[in-house]
């Protein structure tokens, strides 16, 4: 009796599930799909009708037939504008030109026959349908034209995200909340790899650096919030999934360059510094330097025509920001009750070289924040049944005094801490095509994200005591500065993260169904060190 029972669930759950992939949307999250229906002059459905789909870039054409009730599909396009052609026994030859494809979307095409020899030219429009009647998704489309004219500070073109209804920025620090969930439950890709870090469960490289990837690098981007299909998984929150921009048979590229300063911008009405006088200290206005140089461009064409395509990112950032040390308490260097002071066996040189000394780690601190970014990627169309990728993204940040990133730190110069971060990404895919019904797509990634933090060399008059004696305790003196090795550090790698990615995903068309079904594994393995404390540390109060 119980395992007729245990037979009849696993039967409802394993016909629940065919129901569920049954409805999917058979583009992957690197690709999009057209579909329509081929009809008579009567409006009557055409079956069997040959259907012929070109890439206008790369020449790559993928054919298939219409159903017994007249309807294509046809899956597993790269993102690019397209040629649809129809032909049918005594029908003229019907055409539609500038069918654009995005990802993870289907365009849809229908296509009326007439009788004749000549050529209809049937005109669509080059944009995905407004309503959705594919799948139950919430997502839209940031295409390539919204990347390039639309204004973005600093160019982490994810934030473009934040155009999607129900998205606000989550924090300070650049993490984007999708109907009200924590940041830290989104999923992000890139060309069908993960494009996350494990560890404190955001994107690659964290909020502290630019961005991971260039913007001219991506093509478009897709942000799902909900309803999203198994395949994306992981996510509470939304799913960012982008591709990246391929070369084709026309050379093309871009040239960049962005300089933004603060030479004529208004001063931060709570940016102060505090400054020793006689007889005490006084607040003046601080306008810490804030110079920011982006600058790059992007080149791709063809190796071998209509066969290998390249393509080329490359972006640098330099930016110069120097940060104001201050105390947390403007009276902190005010003259102290010498009587009290000298009664315990301090003399008046020792009082006031103590206060020099606290002066003298206080004011402006140099500290930088420079960027660099590579992509290249390869194309190759092998045969007409298979197509493969490879693309490597590069990235390294450097940032001396850049873990304090606020424009005034209540912190002394040498308590801010060094900043590094390396990422590099290896995406490889290859595609076939068994019929014009039954497509196979397998992903493969491996990435690092190497990130680092350690302290600053002691100023001059600090005490050191570890490290080779070229660092300073932490010293922390209630509701008045810390000045030495934070706490925190050093942070050796934070984390030193590897994964392994491999993943593939089998689509076929059954009638009216698109059935997907597939798999993802994830190997990850983190190296996390982190010397707390190490240099040693002193409170007082």
């Known amino acids: 009796m119980t395992k007729n029972i245990m037979l009849r669930i696993t039967t409802l759950a394993f016909l629940s ?7 999917v949307f058979s583009q992957s999250t690197t690709t999009g799909a057209i579909n329509g229906r081929v009809t008579d002059p009567q409006g009557a459905v055409v079956p069997n ?15 298939g037939t219409t159903s017994a009730i007249g309807d294509f599909r046809i899956a597993n396009l790269q993102p ?60 839209i489309n940031i295409n390539q034209t919204s990347i390039n004219e639309l204004p973005i500070n600093g160019r982490r073109w994810s934030n473009f995200a934040l155009l999607t209804p129900g998205t606000v920025p989550d924090g300070n620090f650049g993490l984007i909340s999708f109907r009200g969930i924590s940041g830290l439950l989104n999923n992000n890709t890139i060309d069908g790899g993960d494009n996350n870090q494990a560890f404190f469960s955001e994107e690659r490289g964290r909020t502290r650096i630019n961005y991971v990837i260039s913007q ?3 093509r478009e981007f897709q942000v799902n919030t909900s309803n999203y299909s198994a395949e994306y998984g992981r996510s ?53 330097k804030d110079l920011r140089q982006q600058g790059g461009g992007t080149i791709g064409g063809r190796i071998v025509k209509d066969k290998l395509f390249f393509f080329f990112s ?16 403007q009276n902190f260097l005010n003259t102290p009750n010498r009587t009290t002071l000298t009664s315990r066996g301090l003399t008046n040189a020792q009082i006031d070289s103590t206060i020099a000394f606290l002066n003298s780690v206080a004011g402006e601190n140099p500290r930088r924040g420079d960027q660099t970014l590579y992509l290249p990627k390869i194309d190759w169309i092998v045969n007409d049944k298979n197509s493969f990728s490879l693309s490597w993204n590069r990235m390294r940040w450097e940032s001396p005094n850049g873990v304090q990133t606020a424009p005034v730190v209540q912190r002394a110069r040498s308590n801010w801490g060094d900043d590094f971060v390396e990422v590099d990404s290896i995406n490889a895919r290859l595609q076939t095509s068994f019929s014009a019904n039954v497509l196979n797509e397998f992903r493969f990634q491996y990435s690092r994200d190497f990130e680092s933090q350690f302290g600053s060399p002691a100023l001059p008059g600090e005490p050191t005591t570890a490290l080779g004696g070229t660092r ?11 000045f030495g090795t934070p706490n925190f550090l050093d942070r050796e790698s934070f984390p030193n993260e590897k994964r392994w990615q491999f993943a593939d995903s089998l689509s076929f068309s059954m009638g009216r169904h698109s059935i997907k079904v597939g798999g993802d594994i994830n190997y990850i393995k983190e190296d996390i060190v982190n010397l707390f404390r190490g240099a040693g540390s002193y409170s007082y109060n």
């Open 314 to 329: 490359f972006d640098r950032q330099r930016r110069n920001f120097p940060g104001i040390a201050t105390f947390q308490n």
């Open 49 to 63: 009708a040959a259907v012929t789909v070109t890439n206008i870039g790369t020449n790559v054409a993928v054919t």
């Open 17 to 23: 599930l065919m129901f569920a992939v049954g409805m």
């Open 80 to 139: 690019g504008i397209y040629r649809v052609e129809i032909s049918a026994g005594s029908f003229a030859p019907a055409k539609a030109e500038n069918v654009i494809v995005e990802v993870g979307q289907s365009t849809l095409v229908n296509v009326p026959l007439t009788i004749g020899e000549a050529t209809a030219d049937v005109t669509i429009t080059a944009e995905a349908p407004v309503i959705n009647t594919t799948d139950n998704a919430n997502a």
């Open 472 to 482: 300073s305790p932490g010293v922390f003196i209630t509701n008045g500065f810390e």
């Open 216 to 218: 001219s690098a991506i």
């Open 236 to 288: 509470a929150g939304g799913v960012v999934n982008a591709v990246t921009k391929s070369g084709t048979n026309e050379f093309h590229g871009d040239v960049f360059y962005f300089n933004r300063n603060n030479r004529n911008g208004a001063r931060n009405p709570l940016a102060f510094n505090t400054v020793l006088v006689p007889g005490g200290t006084t607040l003046v206005d601080a306008k810490p």
